[in-house]
């Protein structure tokens, strides 16, 4: 296993995790080509010491819920997989979205964008920012665009630009079952001192059938950067 510190989980971005609905550990594991691969072992067998298997190669980094007994694994080259865990048998992962983090595991605490995916409160959700950017403006920042996935029906719903700090976490809140976000994002022209905190309601849902995706209702109040919003204010 590869962690850095005294801890295997480090700003929600964990190396190694127990499930008790799978029977089994997870974790990251540094291979020859420099990157990493995700593994699992079982909590419980006769073998003894017990073998672990590879669960996906080249990982940036994975979530788990064990409430709802679920897997997220982010691949190095931008897809999101997802899997309902099982005791005792490898996740079938299966692929919900791109464009997601690329590169190797970030072992360290100047990792904001380890959080850039991820399940909502609810569980029925994953998120993930997408197509993302370092921009600097007197200190490191991530930007992309924030999308929900609905993990039962694979619908996909874009909320606009987000923009959060490379120490911390993304700035971003779920509620009622994914439907309405609340989004930090800088503002154009402004110093980034000074950021929009806006909440977006899905209102519902229109599905694109070029894309799949989701936007919300037409009509819906935008803010001069593309992000569907109800309310925004300015803080400092």
Known sequence: MTYFGGTPVIAGYPNEVESVAAGAIFFLSDNDAGGADLYT???????????????????????LREDKARLLVARSDGLLFYAQL????????????????????????????GTSFGFTPDCDHAYLVRDQTQIYDGGLYYQGVLQ?????????????????????TVTAGFIANATVAAIVDNIPGKPRTTRSCSTASWIPAIPSARTGSI??????????????????????
């Open 86 to 113: 099982a005791a005792g048998a490898l996740p079938a992962l299966t692929p919900i979205a791109t464009g997601g983090p690329q590169g190797d595991p970030i072992y360290s605490f100047y990792n904001g964008v």
């Open 215 to 236: 936007c919300l209702s037409p009509g819906t109040p935008r803010p001069r950067h593309p992000r569907p919003s109800v309310s925004t204010t300015s803080r400092r």
């Open 41 to 63: 072992v079982p909590l419980a067998g006769a073998a003894s010491p017990r073998a672990a298997s590879k669960v996906m190669d080249r990982v940036f980094g994975f979530q």
């Open 148 to 168: 929900s996935i609905d993990l039962a029906s694979a619908a996909r719903t874009n909320w606009g630009r987000i923009t959060w700090d490379s120490l911390g």
